[in-house]
């Protein structure tokens, strides 16, 4: 048994394929996505008093006032994002682990990073203990981006920005896109930044969502 089969069960497996369902439902058809949600079991990301809500679809209190984002909003980022196999993706926010195992299991390398060093090092665990070795967890201020490894093929910004910092542009692929939701406070439009040439940008402005702030240099300051 895997260390993926020990944390997982019949009835964990069915409430996710209903969940699948539910997403597909409400529009989500990139199968590529759909299969990843139907694989990473949410549930090991939840203290296990909790189990019965983790395939609800809506977020959930991790701690530290923050949550893990809505299984709706992670596939309409990840398939936004595009993610190709062995793609370098930047994730800003890791939160729970959890959307950063959904680009794992896209075959992505994936570089996160969190500024809240309990939900850091929960994160890094539970990454670490489903054996996603293609995860690298990271303690920071990523809304600066992450100089040391960049330039990136995607950047997927996971809390809600005041605006979108010059950093993480900079520090994508030509060809590559940035996903993360702008706006005040309380209400974000989700935007899609491609790089098609060094100095040339599309910027889409799309569906819009409510995300926890963003802090750091270029987040909220409170
Ligand atoms: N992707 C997460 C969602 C977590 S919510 C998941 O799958 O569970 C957003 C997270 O972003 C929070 O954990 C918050 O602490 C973190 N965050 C906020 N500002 C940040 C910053 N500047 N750098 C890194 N992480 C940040």
Not at 2 to 14: I, L, R, V
Not at 60 to 76: D, M, S
Not at 142 to 160: H, N, Y
Request: with cysteine; net charge positive; glycine share 8%.
């Amino acid at each position: 048994m895997n260390a993926f089969e020990k944390q997982d069960s019949f009835k964990h497996k069915g409430q996710r394929r209903m969940l699948v369902q539910e997403l597909e439902r409400k529009g989500i058809g990139d199968m590529r996505v759909l299969e990843a949600i139907n694989k990473v079991p949410r549930h090991v990301f939840f203290e296990s008093v909790f189990w019965e809500h983790a395939y609800e679809d809506r977020p959930f209190p991790i701690g530290e006032g923050q949550t893990i984002t809505q299984p709706y909003t992670v596939a309409y980022q990840t398939e936004l994002l595009e993610v190709e196999e062995r793609h370098k993706v930047l994730e800003i926010g890791t939160g729970s682990g959890y959307q950063a195992c959904i680009l794992a299991e896209l075959g992505a390398r994936v570089f996160t990073v969190e500024i809240i060093e309990s939900l850091y090092r929960n994160a890094e665990r539970q990454i670490r203990s489903l054996g996603y070795s293609s995860v690298k967890t990271f303690l920071g201020d990523g809304s600066v981006g992450f100089i040391g490894e960049a330039p990136f093929d995607r950047i997927l910004v996971t809390a809600a920005a005041p605006h979108i910092p010059k950093a993480l542009v900079d520090q994508l692929k030509v060809g590559g896109c940035l996903v993360i939701p702008v706006g005040s406070r309380n209400r974000q439009q989700m935007i899609r930044v491609r790089k098609l040439a060094k100095n040339e940008l599309q910027k889409e402005v799309l569906a819009p969502f409510i995300f926890v702030p963003l802090r750091g240099q270029e987040g909220w300051r409170s």
